[in-house]
């Protein structure tokens, strides 16, 4: 199809997601033999006024903190200096007590380490840190046997954090801005922890959902409670990004794959990426295509499809095979943190990306 034809339709189908409420904003992103077709529709805001989109506004990309940010600096920091073994318990490296401390380091990774999915971490703490909350997750009894179970778990990846600044004796903001020096930016590219310490105005930000606690829009501030209440950085949330930013990583790590990136150890990338578990749903860091029932990619691209979902709205996915990235960015809490219209929205996108473009 051409270029034109593609981007007609896309735009078609986020405005069908913005009429339906699915969110009131989106932009995609698709990079597909050697180009780029970017298209956004909607207004960010909607009240006190509209705010039109704008292909350079910033999204709080949630989860897709622990791809972009963790995972990345992990690998950077493996192919520069590997201080540290994937297979070998945690325990080797940091002051924990059993049985934490027996689980391999790869566990965490692959949200197979028996960890709960969640918990308010940053609640009865007068000054939350990395530390106090590695303390409570090490009280916590685990769930299941390790490598028994697949669960999602964003306490593994606080853990992780906390992993990489004890073994690489640096905050790990520090530690993911030495990995992004690596990825040609471009001048339209946004990726950064807290924005508006950084500067950048808020209306230049996608506000998100009415905080339940202090019942104001958050615009510029994470989501998650846990990480906010570390500042706004960590493994698990925190980064903000623009459509570019996103795109020029992923193009990164993309390239770094077929061993096109010195800075990166096309190994190391290999192993994160093409790990596979017995019928689990991820990698080490990347989200697989679900074939144990519901698929937000539908399940139309190739088993070597690899990507992540963020809880705001926000989803990539590359495939690996076909060298494709498709992103998409709403801001689906708008409407509420229980709206779940996205679930539908994204197999149906996805399935007309891939007409599209194959």
């Given at each position: 199809?051409?270029?034109?034809?593609?981007?007609?339709?896309?735009?078609?189908?986020?405005?069908?997601?913005?009429?339906?409420?699915?969110?009131?904003?989106?932009?995609?992103?698709?990079?597909?033999?050697?180009?780029?077709?970017?298209?956004?529709?909607?207004?960010?805001?909607?009240?006190?006024?509209?705010?039109?989109?704008?292909?350079?506004?910033?999204?709080?990309?949630?989860?897709?903190?622990?791809?972009?940010?963790?995972?990345?600096?992990?690998?950077?920091?493996?192919?520069?200096?590997?201080?540290?073994?994937?297979?070998k318990p945690i325990g080797e490296y940091l002051e924990l007590s059993s049985p934490l401390a027996e689980i391999p380091i790869f566990r965490f990774l692959n949200h197979t380490s028996g960890l709960p999915a969640w918990y308010p971490?940053?609640?009865?703490?007068?000054?939350?840190?990395?530390?106090?909350?590695?303390?409570?997750?090490?009280?916590?009894?685990?769930?299941?046997?390790?490598?028994?179970?697949?669960?999602?778990?964003?306490?593994?990846?606080?853990?992780?954090?906390?992993?990489?600044?004890?073994?690489?004796?640096?905050?790990?903001?520090?530690?993911?801005?030495?990995?992004?020096?690596?990825?040609?930016?471009?001048?339209?590219?946004?990726?950064?922890?807290?924005?508006?310490?950084?500067?950048?105005?808020?209306?230049?930000?996608?506000?998100?959902?009415?905080?339940?606690?202090?019942?104001?829009?958050?615009?510029?501030?994470?989501?998650?409670?846990?990480?906010?209440?570390?500042?706004?950085?960590?493994?698990?949330?925190?980064?903000?990004?623009?459509?570019?930013?996103?795109?020029?990583?992923?193009?990164?790590?993309?390239?770094?794959?077929?061993?096109?990136?010195?800075?990166?150890?096309?190994?190391?990338?290999?192993?994160?990426?093409?790990f596979r578990e017995k019928n689990f749903d991820f990698s080490l860091g990347f989200m697989l295509q679900s074939h144990n029932g519901y698929s937000a990619t539908g399940g139309v691209f190739s088993e070597k499809t690899v990507g992540?979902?963020?809880?705001?709205?926000?989803?990539?996915?590359?495939?690996?095979?076909?060298?494709?990235?498709v992103v998409l960015l709403t801001n689906r809490v708008y409407f509420g943190r229980n709206n779940q219209k996205i679930k539908d929205f994204r197999p149906k996108f996805h399935k007309r990306v891939k007409n599209i473009f194959f």
């Amino acid at each position: 199809m051409g270029s034109s034809k593609a981007l007609f339709s896309l735009f078609s189908l986020l405005e069908e997601g913005i009429k339906n409420e699915v969110f009131p904003c989106a932009i995609a992103g698709i990079f597909h033999s050697g180009s780029r077709y970017v298209v956004g529709r909607g207004n960010k805001s909607l009240f006190p006024f509209l705010e039109l989109l704008e292909d350079k506004d910033i999204f709080d990309l949630a989860s897709l903190t622990k791809p972009l940010a963790l995972v990345f600096t992990f690998i950077f920091l493996l192919s520069k200096n590997p201080k540290i073994e994937l297979s070998k318990p945690i325990g080797e490296y940091l002051e924990l007590s059993s049985p934490l401390a027996e689980i391999p380091i790869f566990r965490f990774l692959n949200h197979t380490s028996g960890l709960p999915a969640w918990y308010p971490l940053y609640k009865g703490l007068k000054e939350p840190s990395l530390k106090s909350y590695v303390e409570k997750i090490e009280s916590l009894s685990l769930e299941y046997t390790p490598g028994e179970k697949c669960i999602y778990s964003d306490l593994g990846y606080f853990l992780l954090t906390y992993l990489l600044e004890k073994v690489y004796e640096k905050p790990f903001e520090e530690l993911f801005e030495s990995a992004k020096n690596i990825v040609p930016f471009s001048k339209k590219s946004y990726l950064c922890f807290k924005p508006l310490e950084k500067g950048i105005d808020q209306e230049k930000i996608v506000p998100t959902s009415i905080c339940p606690l202090s019942n104001k829009i958050l615009r510029g501030v994470v989501e998650d409670e846990n990480t906010r209440a570390l500042g706004g950085v960590s493994g698990v949330a925190g980064l903000f990004g623009n459509i570019y930013g996103v795109l020029d990583i992923l193009e990164t790590i993309l390239k770094a794959y077929k061993s096109e990136i010195k800075a990166l150890s096309e190994k190391i990338v290999k192993e994160f990426l093409d790990f596979r578990e017995k019928n689990f749903d991820f990698s080490l860091g990347f989200m697989l295509q679900s074939h144990n029932g519901y698929s937000a990619t539908g399940g139309v691209f190739s088993e070597k499809t690899v990507g992540h979902l963020g809880f705001t709205g926000c989803s990539f996915f590359m495939d690996l095979e076909k060298d494709f990235i498709v992103v998409l960015l709403t801001n689906r809490v708008y409407f509420g943190r229980n709206n779940q219209k996205i679930k539908d929205f994204r197999p149906k996108f996805h399935k007309r990306v891939k007409n599209i473009f194959f």
